[in-house]
């Protein structure tokens, strides 16, 4: 990957540890229509601290959604995922 991608993925990873640090009580809502990627990774919505960690991820930038992926899951048609690119 390239050193702009890795400085990317770093300071989400910080975002979502200032949003759920470690030892948080979090759950996990597992994708019904697509329950893994092609890297066989959990997909889901990630709920901690009374927030939604997708979503808070997409509204600071430290995220986008893939729209090719909206049709395939079971959350493409909720009021966040439409706002952050889903139709």
């Not at 329950?35 to 979503?55: I, P």
Request: net charge negative.
């Amino acid at each position: 990957s390239s050193a702009a991608a890795d400085v990317y993925k770093r300071q989400a990873s910080e975002f979502a540890a200032t949003v759920c640090p470690v030892g948080s009580d979090a759950i996990f809502v597992q994708d019904s229509w697509q329950k893994v990627d092609k890297y066989d990774r959990s997909l889901g919505l990630v709920y901690c601290n009374d927030m939604m960690l997708n979503e808070m991820l997409l509204s600071s930038g430290h995220a986008e959604i893939f729209k090719i992926y909206c049709n395939e899951s079971e959350f493409g048609t909720q009021d966040w995922a439409v706002k952050y690119g889903c139709s």
